[in-house]
């Protein structure tokens, strides 16, 4: 069965971090990249990747500090786990992929292609935010979040990522990574660069997700020309987790749709 272990990969250095990128599945398939969401890693896909890796080339990367990949000296942004994107893909020589993007993979994976990247093909996103309005309460909650709490909440994916991690270090992870969440530049959420996108797009929301809310996702599917919409009831945050028998299906007919 195919999925992504942690043990198969490489890392490539990109200014001053080391990124973990791994690949599996069927090697002459067409590529499909993963990029999970804040504080996991790619193992965070592996119920899509056991059926999906039967047809395509999964790449999966780690982002910048999470995972396998050190975190540097650089301030962690979507721009940066953008650009560490485009790195890995130039080392592999790809010319063609899709993308499957959770959450802050979602929202890098929206940067990329509304940058004019070339080489994708398909890009899906589940619980992604296009933009954190000042008045979402999403903001709130991510501004007062702190290592402690992530601790109490979510103690198994903490000691996960200390045992993975080679330069474990938590609490600056997390202030990265809230620092991110809340970032109003430039180097943050796309915004309004979403509307031109020209890559095929399908936008997947739990319909329990306590972050990303119904409107901001109709928002985004909006903007983009052509995009497709799927919202899953009975699924939350990480739709990909809770509900995979429903979500498999959808994919694999968008991402076989010419």
Same mark, same amino acid.
């Given at each position: 069965?195919?999925? $992504?272990?942690?043990? +198969?990969?490489?890392?490539?250095?990109?200014?001053?971090?080391?990124?973990?990128?791994? %690949?599996?599945?069927?090697?002459?398939?067409?590529?499909?990249? $993963?990029?999970?969401?804040?504080?996991?890693?790619?193992?965070? $896909?592996?119920?899509?990747?056991?059926?999906?890796? #039967?047809?395509?080339?999964?790449?999966?990367?780690?982002?910048?500090?999470?995972? #396998?990949?050190?975190?540097?000296?650089?301030?962690?942004?979507? #721009?940066?786990?953008?650009?560490?994107?485009?790195?890995?893909?130039?080392?592999?020589?790809?010319?063609?992929?899709? =993308? =499957?993007?959770?959450? +802050?993979?979602?929202?890098?994976?929206?940067?990329?292609?509304?940058?004019?990247t070339p080489w994708i093909n398909k890009l899906i996103t589940i619980g992604a935010h296009w933009a954190l309005s000042a008045n979402d309460p999403t903001r709130e909650m991510y501004a007062g979040i702190t290592a402690a709490d992530w601790r109490e909440m979510f103690p198994e994916e903490?000691?996960?990522?200390?045992?993975?991690?080679?330069? /474990?270090? $938590?609490?600056?992870?997390?202030?990265?990574?809230?620092?991110?969440?809340?970032?109003?530049?430039?180097?943050?959420?796309?915004?309004?660069?979403?509307?031109?996108?020209?890559?095929?797009?399908?936008?997947?929301?739990? +319909? +329990?997700?306590?972050?990303?809310?119904?409107?901001?996702?109709?928002?985004?599917?909006?903007?983009?020309?052509?995009? #497709?919409?799927?919202?899953?009831?009975?699924?939350?945050?990480?739709?990909?987790?809770?509900?995979? %028998?429903?979500?498999? /299906?959808?994919?694999?007919?968008?991402?076989?749709?010419?």
């Amino acid at each position: 069965m195919t999925v $992504f272990n942690h043990r +198969d990969g490489e890392h490539l250095q990109i200014n001053d971090a080391r990124i973990y990128y791994e %690949q599996q599945g069927h090697q002459d398939g067409p590529a499909l990249i $993963f990029l999970h969401g804040g504080l996991g890693d790619v193992e965070t $896909f592996n119920t899509l990747a056991a059926h999906l890796g #039967k047809t395509y080339r999964l790449i999966g990367i780690d982002s910048r500090g999470q995972g #396998k990949s050190t975190l540097g000296t650089s301030p962690l942004t979507y #721009k940066r786990i953008q650009e560490d994107v485009e790195a890995v893909v130039r080392h592999l020589a790809l010319t063609n992929a899709s =993308i =499957i993007g959770h959450s +802050d993979g979602g929202i890098a994976a929206l940067r990329l292609a509304a940058s004019g990247t070339p080489w994708i093909n398909k890009l899906i996103t589940i619980g992604a935010h296009w933009a954190l309005s000042a008045n979402d309460p999403t903001r709130e909650m991510y501004a007062g979040i702190t290592a402690a709490d992530w601790r109490e909440m979510f103690p198994e994916e903490v000691d996960r990522y200390l045992a993975l991690n080679p330069e /474990p270090d $938590f609490e600056r992870l997390m202030t990265a990574v809230r620092t991110l969440w809340l970032d109003d530049s430039e180097e943050g959420y796309p915004g309004e660069t979403v509307c031109t996108i020209s890559a095929s797009l399908l936008v997947v929301r739990g +319909d +329990d997700d306590p972050l990303v809310s119904r409107t901001n996702a109709v928002e985004l599917a909006d903007r983009v020309a052509g995009a #497709k919409l799927l919202n899953l009831p009975f699924a939350d945050h990480s739709a990909q987790e809770s509900q995979s %028998q429903w979500l498999l /299906p959808v994919l694999n007919t968008f991402l076989q749709t010419h």
